[in-house]
C-alpha cells in the first residue's frame, strides 16, 4: 500500500514539469551568466608542470570555473587532485596546440598495417573459346 502513496499520476508529473521549466526560465540572468571572482595568484604545488603566464592563466580559469560549478562537493583533498590534473592537463593541451595544422589537411585516422603482408595476384580466368552447337 506504501508504493501506490509514493507514486504520481502523469497528470500530476506532467503539471510538475511545466512549473519547473517555467520558473527556470524565471531565473535571473545575472545567475546564470556570473562570472567567478577572480581567484588568488596560484601556489606553486611540488612536481606540477611548469606553465607559461598564458597557459597558467587558462589552466587557473578552468579550475575556477570547476570551483564555481561542484566546489559545495569537493572537500580540500579533491581541489587539489583537481588543480594538479588541470595543471597536468594544460600541459598536454599546449603539446598539441603546437602541432602545425591547416584547414586543408586530412584527418589522421587512417590505419597503417604493422605487418606487410603478400599480395596475392588475381587469377585470370581460363580463356577457352566458346563451343558452337
Known amino acids: 500500500m506504501n508504493e501506490k502513496k ?12 511545466a512549473l519547473l ?3 527556470a526560465s524565471l531565473t535571473p540572468a545575472v545567475n546564470v551568466f556570473a562570472v567567478p ?4 595568484p596560484a601556489q606553486e604545488t611540488p612536481g606540477a608542470p611548469k ?6 592563466a587558462e589552466a587557473d580559469a578552468r579550475y575556477q570555473q ?8 569537493l572537500n580540500a583533498d579533491d581541489k587539489a587532485i ?10 598536454s ?5 603546437a602541432f ?10 587512417y590505419l597503417k598495417p604493422l605487418v606487410e603482408r603478400e599480395k596475392k595476384k588475381p587469377e585470370t580466368p581460363a580463356t577457352t573459346p566458346p563451343k558452337k552447337v
Not at 606553465?51 to 597558467?56: F, I, N, Y
Not at 593541451?93 to 596546440?97: K, M, Q, S, T
Open 93 to 97: 593541451l599546449d603539446h598539441i596546440r
Open 66 to 73: 570547476i570551483l564555481a560549478q561542484y566546489g559545495s562537493r
Open 37 to 40: 571572482a577572480p581567484a588568488a
Open 51 to 56: 606553465l607559461s603566464p598564458a597557459s597558467q
Open 21 to 23: 521549466s517555467a520558473t
Open 6 to 17: 509514493n507514486r504520481i499520476s502523469r497528470r500530476q508529473f506532467a503539471r510538475r514539469a
Open 100 to 109: 602545425p595544422l591547416e584547414n586543408g589537411d586530412g584527418p589522421a585516422l
Open 82 to 91: 583537481v588543480k594538479q590534473a588541470n595543471a597536468t592537463l594544460q600541459e
